[in-house]
């Protein structure tokens, strides 16, 4: 039976373990769980809480009737046991009494643990905790103002004992966060965790997406991971705190969060549940709301840990009073950013409107020219009368012509006046500034349409990740398949020659005695020559013409073969040599032919009747040491086909590392560039908000310069030489 904690190997479901679970007995190895009791349905099957990469059942121990929570997994995370291993030890150190509550569980990971068919699994023991999850909580006790509120701060103070050990959980949400009986939080589900011993590795999951930032990447993994997490919950336990209305207005029943969505971080502006809260006339939630908002776009990296900006008193104990305090945000800052980026945006990174100096509305303190108008005009308003009573009539001279000269000498003195050309000069200048910036809304359109495009790339990009992953390991399976498939078919190609050695023996045997029965029959054909023992008919002269012909002995011919003489309508003979040719020897007919044949015959059957019946000793030893040496050729052959396979499955198994870390290498390379683009958007984010607010800043400056010009007028003039106002 087989380990199944490499990479290669695919875990089993849920209802896998369901069903190795009913017989734990069988399953199990560990004394405490061999034979535990597991929670069932009730249809009778053990009962399984189903997560992303694991299923969770309950089990009580037949041994010592401790209740534990066993946690199955379901899919591959690489380094497990490193992971697991660093993180039991790390939350080892921590002394309970520096804690603000007990939220730590034990845990103890079991590598081989669980038989599941032909393999066995890893699965992590957990102590068991008599708690229910935070959404549930808040469904039974939300009207419960100062308790909500007291959770609320002892979330805080869980979140600070976490950054002061330099741990981050990766995955705060509703259902990782449990309520014990005291109202004191028990924190689960490790599997994200980060600890200082993992710095460098990558993360293993993104978190619960109604509670991340819409800026986390794979590539995020360190102390500021629950940061954002940790705003949204607090903001929502204390705006619930506040308004308990609020579970009620915001919450859906059985929703996976508390009072906001994914959707609310991505498109604030869009969001009813966000401006709920963004206007909420408690000025602590409104202030956490824009918190929220400020920070959704904001690196994981730069975010100020929760407790760095909620006022506490760490003197009274958490677990017995309760953390005192129900902290407030950060009021935003200048410029639309909230008051924390000033520790983490450089100055120059704000710019300030360059707004001119203006004086105060109206025209102020008159000059020698002011005076001299206002005297010219009742002295003008005085000849102008007088002259129509005169009833002057010349033509050039007329009545209206010292209003007129009135008129002019005003406009002359209104145009001399230093506020006039202030007011001028600023409303050009913020005129020109103005059309220098973007339009906030268009710009806000473009950043939502380049974020939207890059987080369609990057969820593209992280999905083929994997499957790039599974496509190495299918090809490292099918080389491996295909050296095997090579191996078998030529090692059952040798083996049957090794099992045809024995048949091949008898027939080199049977072959080596045939060939020497016919060699001593040849010799001893070869023997008898006809000229000294002739056939019966054959004289000295026919032997002659034979041994002419290349016949003297019985070897050199076969045998006859009968030819028709059509001339002379008789049968002649011809005979066949040994080489199979046919040849016709004068006075050798048909008789002679059959008499020499005959004589043939008898000295080969005399011959076979004396042959050797056996191969010699030495004879048969050297054919049997050839095919022992034949088979000790193959056996080298077939010990060869498994060393040529060895080589081929290294081969490809190095074929595969390489791969895997090649893909790794360009994956790590990616994701730094997606983080550097997630900051780019980030710097344009801030960018924005500074530009929407010097944007909003010059429009109401050039307003109020438009105002002061209309206060400028030709008629507030003219009151101002009277009443100095």
């Known amino acids: 039976m087989g380990s199944a904690t490499g990479s290669q190997r695919s875990f ?86 520096e804690l603000s509550q007990p939220w730590n569980l034990g ?51 869980l979140t600070h004992d976490l950054a002061t050990h330099e741990i981050a959980h990766g995955d705060l949400q509703h259902g990782n966060l449990l309520v014990a009986s005291d109202d004191t939080l028990r924190l689960v589900d490790y599997d994200g965790m980060y600890v200082p011993a993992l710095a460098g590795m990558g993360g293993t999951e993104r978190g619960h997406r109604n509670y991340q930032s819409p800026m986390r990447g794979n590539d995020d993994f360190g102390t500021a991971l629950d940061r954002f997490s940790a705003w949204v919950i607090f903001l929502s336990l204390k705006a619930i705190a506040s308004d308990p209305a609020l579970w009620s207005q915001l919450h859906e029943p059985s929703g996976e969060f508390l009072l906001l969505t994914e959707d609310d971080f991505k498109h604030p502006s869009g969001s009813t549940r966000l401006q709920t809260l963004l206007t909420h006339t408690d000025r602590t939630v409104s202030g956490l709301a824009e918190q929220v908002r400020a920070l959704a776009f904001q690196p994981l990296d730069v975010l100020p840990p929760l407790a760095a900006a909620v006022p506490r008193q760490r003197a009274a104990a958490t677990t017995t009073s309760g953390v005192s ?39 102020h303190t008159r000059t020698p020219l002011d005076v001299v108008t206002a005297v010219l005009w009742p002295l003008m308003l005085v000849v102008t009368v007088l002259m129509g009573i005169a009833g002057f009539s010349a033509p050039l001279i007329v009545p209206g012509v010292p209003v007129l000269a009135a008129i ?22 913020l005129t020109n500034e103005l059309a220098q910036l973007d339009d906030p809304v268009k710009a806000a359109e473009k950043l939502r349409k380049d974020r939207a495009k890059f987080d369609a790339a990057e969820v593209k990009r992280t999905a083929a990740y994997p499957r790039a992953q599974d496509k190495l390991t299918t090809q490292y399976h099918a080389a491996l398949k295909e050296a095997e498939k090579r191996k078998v078919r030529k090692q059952r190609d040798i083996d049957k020659k090794i099992d045809g050695l024995s048949e091949e023996l008898r027939r080199v045997l049977a072959k080596a005695l045939t060939d020497k029965q016919s060699a001593y029959v040849r010799d001893q054909l070869g023997r008898r020559l006809i000229a000294q023992s002739p056939p019966h ?47 016709d020897v004068y006075g050798i007919g048909e008789a002679k032919a059959i008499a020499l044949d005959a004589w043939r015959r008898d000295l080969v059957a005399a011959a076979e009747a004396r042959q050797p019946t056996a191969l010699g000793a030495s004879e048969r030893q050297s054919i049997e040491q050839g095919v022992a040496s034949r088979r000790v050729q193959l056996a080298a052959q077939r010990n060869a086909v498994e060393s040529e396979t060895d080589a081929l499955r290294a081969k490809a198994r190095k074929q595969l590392e390489d791969d895997q870390k090649r893909l790794t290498r360009e994956n790590t390379i990616v994701g730094d560039q997606a983080r550097q683009q997630r900051q780019k958007f980030s710097r344009r984010a801030v960018a924005l908000q500074q530009n929407s607010a010097l ?31």
Not at 111 to 125: F, M, N, Q, T
Request: hydrophobic share 40%.
């Open 107 to 157: 845990f103890e990971y079991l590598s081989d643990a669980i038989s599941v068919g032909l393999d066995r699994y890893p699965v992590l023991k957990m102590d068991w905790v008599e708690a229910v999850t935070l959404s549930s909580w808040l469904d039974d006790n939300h009207a419960h103002r100062f308790a909500v509120d007291r959770l609320a701060d002892r979330f805080e103070a």
């Open 408 to 429: 002019a000498l005003t406009a002359f003195a209104r145009s001399r006046r230093a506020e006039r050309a202030q007011s001028r000069a600023a409303l050009t200048e």
């Open 695 to 725: 944007h909003a800043t010059l429009s109401a400056s050039v307003q109020a310069a438009q105002l002061r010009q209309r206060g400028l007028s030709f008629a507030r003039y003219f009151r101002f030489l009277y009443l100095g106002r």
């Open 537 to 583: 008919g054959i004289g000295p002269k026919l032997a002659e013409r034979l041994a002419a012909a290349g016949i003297r002995t019985a070897a050199d011919f076969t045998g006859y073969r009968p030819v028709q003489n059509v001339q002379y309508n008789n049968t002649g003979a011809v005979l066949v040599l040994s080489s199979g040719r046919a040849i």
């Open 12 to 97: 089993p479901s849920g209802a896998d373990y369901a069903e190795a679970l009913q017989h734990t007995q069988l399953c199990f190895r560990h004394p405490e769980l061999k034979g535990a009791r597991p929670e069932l349905t009730k249809l009778g099957l053990p009962r399984a809480i189903s997560g992303a990469f694991a299923s969770v059942f309950s089990l009580t121990s037949a041994s010592s009737s401790q209740r534990y929570a066993i946690k199955c997994f379901t899919r591959h995370v690489p380094d497990q046991e490193r992971r697991y291993e660093a993180i039991s030890s790390r939350l080892a150190q921590l002394d309970p009494a």
């Open 325 to 363: 305090g129900g902290g407030t945000a950060a009021a935003p800052g200048a410029g639309g950013l909230p008051g924390w980026m000033a520790g983490h945006v450089s100055p120059q990174a704000t710019p300030t409107p360059n707004v001119p100096s203006l004086a105060p509305d109206g025209f």
